[in-house]
């Protein structure tokens, strides 16, 4: 009788539609976080394409929200759907949440750069971020919750993902100048000695 090999959790996530986090080299690094692409909206507009055959969302918009998306999910700032059963009991009730000395050190970085990235983009923008990048809410659930007319969610994530992209520095196309100005390590006024002669 042959021996029924135990699935490994990769295989398990891989099966569901779970992913690495773009720019993440190891899973064992610190920082590393697995994101299911599935369930983000900003994935589902980046595979559909538009009347001319383009995507929804382009490779510079995507990126932009998801990094946002896992700085937030960094700060653990996603709403606990369970008891937080790690934190010890205290007095009949689980404190850890309100202690600041449970917060590591990588959470409180990405709680900065997502403060900064927030206030970046303007308080016209921030609230739809946090609602499609990070609370995964749909584009249909967003018009409805916030009584917009239909398809108007997606032009105005559109300019909300342009912003936080030139926040991030992140670009589909490279450009710059043609020729670069020419820099030396001497003075302006310096010229440079030639000894044509041996000795």
């Known amino acids: 009788m042959k021996k029924s090999k135990r699935p490994i959790a990769g295989d398990f996530l891989s099966q569901h539609g779970v992913s690495r986090a773009h720019g993440q080299e190891s899973r064992t690094a610190p920082d590393a976080l697995l994101i299911n692409e599935s369930e983000s909206p900003l994935a589902w507009l980046a595979r559909r ?11 510079a918009q995507f990126a932009a929200g998801e990094r946002l998306r896992a700085d937030f999910t960094r700060a653990a700032m996603t709403p606990r759907l369970g008891a937080n059963l790690t934190s010890p009991v205290a007095h009949g009730r689980r404190g850890g949440g309100e202690n600041a000395a449970h917060f590591s050190d990588l959470m409180i970085a990405a709680k900065e750069r997502l403060d900064h990235a927030l206030d970046a983009v303007g308080p016209e923008f921030s609230g739809l971020l946090l609602d499609v990048c990070c609370f995964l809410k749909g584009l249909e659930t967003v018009e409805r919750e916030r009584g917009w007319p239909r398809r108007t969610s997606k032009v105005v994530l559109g300019l909300a993902l342009d912003r936080l992209a030139r926040h991030y520095g992140i670009a589909v196309t490279i450009t710059g100048r043609n020729r670069s100005r020419v820099r030396a390590w001497q003075a302006e006024d310096a010229r440079p000695a030639m000894n044509l002669y041996r000795d």
Do not use: Q, R, S, V
């Open 49 to 59: 394409k538009d009347t001319n055959g383009k995507p929804m969302i382009d490779a």
